[in-house]
């Protein structure tokens, strides 16, 4: 008992490991990034810290002392900096020539102090002038401290004596990595453009669902339930054919269809219409392209399960009930529909899932336009977090709302069970007690 | 391997008849181990450069640094060094592939070493520590970098620091088609003159839309061809917040300036209701735009000085300056004429060896020399970086590269290098896009960007 039980943990550990890895952590991940404010500006790795006219800026208000006190840069040729570039070992004529003729002089840029520098009899290389002017700098703006520790040091050499709570301020305002915070939140929750994406998205989801997956799908199952064999599985290979041409290809098509050089446009052409982008042309064109391009694909999975359920329901319910005199819309409402209900609650719940989350044929044919009308969720996140054309790619928001989608799921799985009286559906039959 | 008895007796015995051929294979071995000596002192380095928005004309953005390998390999080989740089040169036709895939690459430590994209990127990417500076590997005062308009070395910088050397630069004008221009009533000394009357600001934007609905009512273009602006998101539409006098950035804080961002969404409201422009514009096949601006189905359209070499080169466009007229991008209410400067620049990227940076920094130097720059700008139609490269004949010779400097480039403004930046633009252009396709009005709109940039930019953006 004790080894078959040790047995199948250990025949399940790959798909335990492999869920683990490919269902779980992403998710995991994914809210995590969605409590950060990481960006491309932020970077994902830890940040340094750095005194900019930003943060000079920000320290400001709190701080006008220190904030005047660091927003200059300066250079100082002094004794302490000559003793330190003795300790870089590089040609000892550099700091024999700087104590005879530059001691005690100050530069205000960089760029002046660096000039004279390069001006130095043994002509240091770039990397030595930058090198040179390092152990002379004697301000802290613009200059990039790897660890808060290093830029505290370096103002307590400048003679800032900063308390704790200082210290905070000062590492808050200068740190350039990623903080965690629930910010993202609070803007999807707050922004205009969100609501309306959210609409787009309930409105894709349910008229496609509606009118295609489930509604459209059961009607091509029972009408080539009604059909004989050859036709119905000839009928039923036409409507497969969206589901297996490769996507990009297939919108393609569509676009052909749909351009201002297009077949619609040429034909409408005959008519004495000038032509246009039927995909682009309007929100509500741009929908009614969307939907039937998702639509189309999304039909033929539930042909499929639908048509296999119904040749599962036993053909003596079909004689009995011809014997009984229903008619074809009888067969359908009292056979066939009632026994359809644990299909239809899959493809429903699946096929909801899968809409939510894809976005590639959106993405390929309209891109979310014209304008952001058909922009829907998933696609939102992705060019949030991942491609937009300014290249200010928000890690951390396009999380919160993939972490938004994953939620909506989650909840409307549970709604469909319910709705479809889940529970039923998987009591034990009595007869077999 | 054993050997049988015989065959090592033999061996052994027949020892002072094999001295001469073991000799020679000694020798061989020796200069086979010299040759790899050789060889070990020379040095391999790969470079990699990727560059963003690189179209057929734009080759010369990798290429240059493959010249600048050739003489680098050459400089050193006179010094007596043996280096050998292969040059992995990869060109994104577009920009939003290109950011994607160059953030990711960073951030999973597989950056390419050198990277040529727009300057704004320089803010974010310098504060993430994604680029290192410039500066610390090139002497700024030395030749040619010296030698590089100072407002674009200015454009290349972030916080002070010197990030970039210039690729490039580039203005945009707005374009008329010629013939329409005189059919609804322009004189050939009128559209001479319209260069000087829009840099003054007598020429407005105002006028355009006029002009525009004169050609389609004339029936010279359709409907919506009248103007015909840039059909995707684009630097250009920062130039119409600036005509209506508008200001991107004061002393290091963005600005934003509600009522003349109000005026530039009104604008092209306006243009869609009065027919002008298609209300399903943005998103356009980029083709398709191409097309029509090259074979005079558009009245009024703006574009960059690179559309120059498009047009004439792969669009079939021949007698350009028969058929085109080009301004600065005319003044608006409350604004100035104006056009915008967009230059590409090298960076380096944090995370290689100080060694191999440093040979990514000369080549970017190298390449950055008159003659090899003046190849790139020349080819692709865009401008100079140096008063020097407008010397070189392939340069001076070219009437289009000679006319944009001197009408367009001194009223040139750039955006600012802002870490912040992208996130106005976004917001910025989301909001054009929702008021230019009826989505929201202009007034709505400009209200929905000033609350999104108070919630998301803070004290970091000022709002008028």
Known sequence: ?433 | MLLKPEARLSLFGELPMTVFPLLKSAAIAAVLLASTAVFASAKDVTISVWAGGSGPNDNYRVDAIEVAADILEREAAIRGEQLNITVQKTPYSGWEEFKQAITLAAEAKKAPNIVATGHEDIGPWAQSGLIVPIEDYVDLDSWPVSDIYPNLMEISSFNGVVYGIPQDAESRPFFFWKPYMKQIGYTDADLEALPAKVEKGEYTLKNVLEDARKMQDKGLVQAGYGFYPRNSNGPDYWQFYTSFGGVMEEEGKLVFDKAAMKRTYQFFADAVKNGVIKKNHIGMPGDQWWKEVATGKAGIWHGGTWHYARLVNQEGLKDFFDNVQFTLIPAGEGGKANTLTHPVVYLLTAGHTPEETQIAADLVKIASEPRINALHAIKSAHLGISEAETKVDLYAGDRWASEATARLLPHANAMPNNADFGKYWTIMWKNLEASWTGAKTADAAASDAEAELKATLGAAIIIR
């Open chain 1, 1 to 433: 008992m004790k080894t078959s039980r040790m047995l199948g943990l250990v025949m399940i550990a790959p798909a335990a490991i492999i869920i683990l890895l490919f269902f779980l952590m992403p998710v995991i991940l994914t809210a995590v990034f969605a409590m950060t404010n990481m960006s491309t500006a932020t970077g994902i790795s830890a940040g340094a810290y750095q005194v900019t006219q930003a943060a000079v800026n920000r320290l400001k208000t709190d701080m006008p002392e220190l904030a005047a006190g660091i927003s200059e840069p300066r250079f100082v040729i002094d004794e302490d900096g000559l003793t330190q570039l003795d300790a870089l070992k590089l040609k000892p004529g550099f700091t024999a020539e700087l104590r005879a003729s530059h001691l005690g002089e100050v530069f205000l840029s960089r760029r002046e102090a660096e000039r004279m520098i390069k001006s130095l009899k043994e002509r240091p290389s770039t990397r030595e002038v930058k090198q040179i002017s390092d152990v002379f700098n004697r301000s802290v703006m613009n200059t990039r401290f790897e660890d808060r520790a290093a830029l505290m040091e370096s103002l307590a050499k400048l003679g800032f004596k900063l308390s704790p709570q200082d210290e905070e301020k000062v590492s808050r305002a200068t740190y350039t990595g990623w903080i965690w915070t629930a910010d993202n939140f609070r803007t999807i929750a707050n922004s205009q453009d969100m609501g309306q994406i959210l609409l787009n998205t309930g409105f894709y989801v349910a008229v496609t669902l509606l009118l295609f997956n489930v509604g459209y799908a059961l009607l091509l199952a029972v009408t080539t339930h009604y059909m004989p064999a050859s036709t119905a599985s000839v009928f039923r290979a036409i409507w497969l054919l969206p589901r297996i041409t490769p996507v990009v290809i297939y919108v393609l098509m569509w676009k052909w269809l749909t351009w201002d050089n297009g077949f619609i446009s040429l034909f409408m052409g005959l008519f004495g219409h000038p032509p246009k982008n039927y995909l682009l042309d309007s929100a509500g064109s741009a929908w009614f392209f969307v939907i039937l391009i998702n639509g189309f694909i999304g039909a033929s999975m539930g042909m499929l399960v639908f048509s296999s359920a119904i040749k599962a329901i036993p053909q003596t319910h079909f004689y009995a009930s011809e014997v009984d005199g229903a008619n074809r819309w009888q067969q359908i409402r009292y056979i066939i529909l009632p026994q359809l209900r644990w299909p239809i609650l899959f493809v429903t719940c699946y096929q909801t899932l899968s809409l939510l989350a894809s976005f590639n044929e959106i993405l390929l044919s309209t891109r979310g336009g014209p304008g952001r009308s058909t922009e829907v969720w998933s696609l939102a996140a992705y060019h949030t977090a991942l491609q937009n054309y300014t290249g200010n790619l928000e890690y951390g928001l396009g999380a919160a709302m993939a972490l938004v989608l994953v939620v909506v799921g989650v909840i409307l799985s549970l709604i469909y069970l319910r709705v479809f009286r889940y529970d039923t559906l998987v009591t034990k039959p009595l007869i077999e007690d």
